[in-house]
């Protein structure tokens, strides 16, 4: 069955047929303006609400939620029909905040320093789950009294693995929820045929791709996707979507201890990124420990030099504050297992048997 937000506005329309036209226009309102629960949709008669709350069931269950010490940063653990769980990161701002949601319940990427590669693959998510994750977080931001401006694809899975369904939901989120093309971000491992039709999509989305290795070698061990999109083709994609949008493209890069940290992995990062059409940024973030990946992030002392030397060479970089480390909320700990959640920051909101 249809979730609440797989629901194509033609298939309310189906849904409600017999009904009057404006109920449509009424529903749709509940489902992208007011939200919550169509039982405070009131502008609708009580009946109504009562069978749209059976025919569109929701799909993501809360199971926990944790907030970190400083209360920027909140966790949502949700339970998927079928059992999976994925989970979501609210990050607040001072007048806005951000989203970090999934595209799928694990991934099959198998980045050996990434939590969620560790954990193996289950399923693509649905248009409806995907929407919903934003939705809820909109939610919960509106309580706090912010606005949720950016929503960046960096939770659980990879985004362009499962392009068309990502690309329903960048669309819904841009057309039915008011959020700007603009301010949502694909981060992607690098998935060649993703990234050549996100580039025909009319929407100016941005492109962020996870490189962590400027050479082959170093890339198809961090990345084993590498094998399949060496470099060159990746970066002829990553050209091609500059041609195409006009929109800068950015670099994420993960720093690990004498692994991808030395002067000349900076050096060959820096001819990486000027060999686009337009140079791309790079975000620089310590690797975040994760239970099966043994080596260390580097020091923020040698986050900042490597920082300089990109700037040297004339390519802009920023360090990016990790948030919710305390919550394993940070990059790459997001991870299906609920167990791996600390258990001292979770509520339970629905305490399982
Ligand atoms: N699959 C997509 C999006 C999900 S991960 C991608 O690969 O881009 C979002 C970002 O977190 C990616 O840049 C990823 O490489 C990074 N990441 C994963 N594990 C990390 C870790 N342990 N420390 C820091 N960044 C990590």
Redesign the pocket.
Same mark, same amino acid.
């Given at each position: 069955m249809a979730t609440r937000y797989d629901i194509s506005r033609d298939e309310l329309t189906e849904l409600l047929a017999g009904t009057p036209r404006y109920r449509v226009d009424q529903v749709w309102n509940g489902l992208y303006d007011r939200l919550g629960e169509p039982a405070g949709w009131t502008d609708l008669p009580i009946a109504m609400r009562e069978s749209l709350a059976t025919q569109l069931p929701t799909a993501l269950q809360p199971v926990a939620e944790s907030v970190s010490d400083r209360g920027d940063t909140v966790k949502f653990l949700w339970e998927l029909d079928g059992g999976s769980r994925i989970e979501k990161v609210l990050m607040l701002y001072r007048d806005r905040a951000t989203v970090c949601i999934s595209s799928q319940a694990g !991934?099959a990427?198998a !980045?050996g $320093? !990434? @939590? *969620?590669g560790q954990s193996g693959f289950t399923r693509h998510l649905t248009v409806g789950e995907i929407v919903e994750q934003v939705v809820r977080a909109t939610e919960r931001a509106r309580q706090a009294e912010r606005r949720v401006s950016n929503i960046v $694809?960096?939770?659980?899975?990879?985004?362009m693995a499962n392009e068309p369904t990502v690309w329903a939901s960048v669309e819904r989120m841009h057309g039915d929820l008011g959020i700007s093309a603009r301010h949502i971000t694909i981060? *992607?491992?690098g998935i060649v045929p993703g990234i050549r039709t996100l580039a025909t999509r009319p929407l100016p989305v941005n492109l @962020?791709v996870?490189l962590?290795a400027a050479n082959d070698e170093l890339r198809d061990e961090l990345v084993p996707i590498n094998r399949r999109y060496p470099l060159s083709t990746l970066m002829d994609a990553c050209a091609g979507y500059l041609q195409a949008k006009g929109r800068r493209l950015s670099f994420?890069w @993960?720093l690990i201890d004498g692994v991808n940290d030395r002067d000349r992995d900076a050096r060959l990062l820096v001819e990486r990124s000027r060999s686009l059409p337009l140079p791309a940024h790079v975000n620089l973030?310590p690797?975040?420990p *994760?239970p099966g990946?043994a080596v260390r992030?580097s020091s923020p002392r040698r986050v900042r030099d490597f920082r300089d030397l990109l700037r040297e060479g004339g390519v802009n970089a920023t360090i990016r504050r990790t948030r919710g480390t305390d919550i394993d909320a940070? !990059?790459?700990?997001l991870r299906a297992t609920h167990e791996a959640v600390s258990a001292s920051a979770v509520v339970e909101l629905h305490p399982r048997g």
């Open positions: !991934c990427m !980045c $320093f !990434c @939590a *969620t $694809f960096m939770g659980m899975g990879e985004p981060s *992607t491992v @962020a996870s962590h994420e @993960a973030i690797l975040n *994760t990946y992030g940070a !990059c790459g700990q």
